[in-house]
């Protein structure tokens, strides 16, 4: 299986206690978005530690960037769902490139029926 991490789980990996999590990530090797990277990247009170492990884990992760076919995507989504601009835009790279999108945020992403999700941290 294939899976595309959501910036939450990324965010949660950086943190101490979540060493199951990072485990999973060793092992299945997911695809991040570039959406993600601005989202996690762009949170304005980083320490310089968080900001390191971020910039490492980029660097590593294999990135999907957006395209003109995932904004389309992304756009009708977002207007079935109302979600906010990155979630659609995470769905739509998950769904077009057949990923199972994991993320710790179910929840939301259930408004999108044809994506597949999953979240490690339940596991």
Do not use: C
Not at 13 to 19: D, E, M, R, S, T
Request: net charge negative; hydrophobic share 40%; aromatic share 8%.
């Amino acid at each position: 299986m294939n899976y595309l991490l959501d910036s939450n789980l990324i965010i949660y990996a950086g943190q101490a206690q979540n060493q199951k999590l990072r485990d999973w990530i060793a092992e299945n090797t997911p695809f991040v978005s570039l959406i993600s990277k601005v989202e996690t990247l762009g949170y304005q009170q980083l320490t310089e530690q968080e900001k390191a492990f971020l910039e490492d884990f980029f660097e590593a992760a294999p990135m999907l960037s957006v395209t003109d076919e995932i904004a389309e995507k992304a756009t009708l989504l977002r207007q079935k769902t109302k979600l906010s601009l990155g979630d659609p835009l995470i769905s739509a790279t998950a769904i077009l490139h057949e990923l199972i999108l994991a993320t710790a945020n179910t929840k939301d992403f259930k408004k999108v029926k044809e994506l597949n999700q999953m979240n490690p941290l339940e596991r």
